[in-house]
């Protein structure tokens, strides 16, 4: 079942479906780009760039990161057309019971976040490598919007729903629904 007939298939009208990225602060354009190019062919929907927002003062001294939930708020608080919003930061994030998160989803609310922070190979003291770089936020973006449109953490590794708990599980799974996911609906 492709991705569009799943949508379809749990009520979701693909007409009406319509996501918004949004970026904190600065984001190179060529990622926002790749991510609006790949997601519109992915949900098979318009795919909308919002506001730039500043980065919420809720760095944390201690840990050294961004605790995330006040960039979740900060995304509700614009007016958006669109039924889902995506936020995309370069700061590392976290939450309380956590190390550190790649991102994190508000499904009632319509709205996720994203951090490239830990995707870029030069945070391991490695080459950077760009196309690394937007492979790994398109599939963290396609896990959050999964968690959008109702779906919770998959067993299956090689399928985008599959929590990360490190790198490794992002660079495994890909950056689409397995057949289960497919199968499950809100």
């Known amino acids: 079942m492709t991705t ?8 979701y009208d693909q007409e009406v479906l319509d996501i918004s990225l949004v970026s904190f602060n600065e984001i190179e354009p060529h ?3 790749y991510l609006k190019d790949n997601l519109e062919k992915i949900f098979d929907t318009g795919v ?3 506001p730039s ?3 919420p003062k809720s760095y944390n001294q201690k840990r050294k990161q961004y ?3 006040p960039f979740l708020e900060a995304l509700s608080k614009p007016k958006l057309a669109s039924q889902y919003v995506l936020g ?11 190390n550190f998160i790649f991102g994190e989803a508000a499904p009632r609310l319509g709205i996720a976040v994203i951090s490239l922070a830990r995707l870029h190979q030069h945070f391991y003291s490695l080459p950077e490598d760009i196309d690394i770089l937007k492979q790994r936020a398109l599939k963290e973006a396609v896990h959050e919007i999964g968690h959008l449109l109702g779906l919770n953490h998959c067993k299956d590794p090689k399928c985008v729903m599959h929590f990360s708990s490190s ?3 992002t660079d495994i799974k890909g950056h689409r629904f397995c057949s289960s996911c497919q199968k499950r609906y809100r």
């Open 4 to 11: 569009v007939a799943f949508i379809k298939w749990i009520g």
């Open 53 to 55: 927002l500043n980065v």
């Open 67 to 69: 605790l995330s939930w």
């Open 48 to 50: 909308n760039e919002g």
């Open 167 to 169: 790198l490794v599980d």
């Open 88 to 98: 995309i930061t370069e700061v590392d994030l976290f939450v309380p019971e956590l």
């Open 31 to 33: 990622i926002i780009y």
